[in-house]
């Protein structure tokens, strides 16, 4: 594919697999996936399953992810998980700003900020997430609901930490609905955060940073989706904890 900046394909499992069923699943996934070089492949299991699944992609080319973090870096905040932890896990990336955790645990930009920061102060690489509901699109509110998502959540940004941030957009109305957006609706949306990254740092920047696309990504979707020009690799959530559908769905992107 001609594009200058290298795909990458990650799988949000969400809160799904114990231990063993995270390490079938990582399992049947290194023997297609292990090696690949031409775009990077990421795993993002809970917690729970982080050691286990670190442990087990040791020696090959996919990474691990986690689905959350804590902004803080230590002490005493019961239940979190710091930056640190992760990273003696070998965990590589972590994702920030989910739309699960922005309904349901009531995280705001403002947090997705601080614990953007955190992250790429310990050398996570972020990915951090954004989108608007369908109400947002029927009032055509995409671009200033998604802008002013950018601007919380990436403020106080330099230029080499933006290009060290993986976007997500990821409509909400997309997620786990069956729907997804036309790749003509996911374009327009990434140009626009594009657009909105060269505004706001530069052109330079604005053409490194990976964008991925997310809701509803299934084999059948993903070589359309990933042949559009601002489409940087996808999120993706249901089909990730499924081999076939996992393995499928990259190798359609290649
Ligand atoms: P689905 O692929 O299940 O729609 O989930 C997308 C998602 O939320 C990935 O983070």
């Given amino acids: ?11 949000n499992w969400k809160m799904n697999k114990t231990v063993s069923d995270a390490a079938d699943l990582v399992g ?11 775009l990077d492949v ?54 920030l700003g989910h739309s699960e955790r922005r309904q349901f645990q009531q995280e705001t930009d403002a947090q ?5 920061k955190t992250a790429l102060v310990a050398g996570l690489k972020p990915i951090v997430c954004i989108g608007e509901t369908l109400a947002q699109r029927e009032a055509n509110q995409t671009e200033s609901v998604v802008g002013t998502q950018l601007t919380g959540s990436l403020a106080g940004l330099d230029a080499a930490q933006m ?3 993986v976007l997500a957009y990821e409509p909400v109305w997309a ?19 594009r657009g909105w990254i060269a505004a706001k ?7 490194r940073v990976r964008i991925q696309y ?11 989706l990933m042949s559009q020009p601002d489409i940087d690799g996808a999120l993706v959530g249901g089909a990730s904890i499924d081999a076939h559908s996992f393995i499928e769905i990259v190798r359609n992107s290649l």
């Fill in 1 to 11: 594919m001609d594009k200058q900046r290298k795909l990458i394909i990650a799988g």
């Fill in 28 to 38: 049947q996934l290194k023997i297609d996936l292990g090696k690949l070089t031409e």
């Fill in 42 to 95: 990421v795993v993002c299991p809970p917690f729970t399953a982080l050691a286990e699944v670190s442990r087990l992609l040791r020696d090959g080319t996919m990474r691990v992810g986690a689905q959350n973090m804590s902004e803080h870096s230590y002490g005493a905040h019961t239940g979190e998980i710091a930056a640190g932890m992760l990273k003696d896990l070998l965990v590589r990336y972590v994702i």
């Fill in 112 to 116: 997705v900020n601080a614990k953007l």
């Fill in 163 to 165: 290009q060290e941030t």
């Fill in 175 to 193: 997620i786990g609905t069956g729907l997804t957006a036309t790749p003509e609706q996911a374009q327009h949306v990434h140009a626009f955060i």
């Fill in 201 to 207: 740092f530069d052109d330079t920047t604005a053409r």
């Fill in 214 to 224: 997310g809701g509803s990504v299934k084999p059948s979707n993903a070589r359309e």
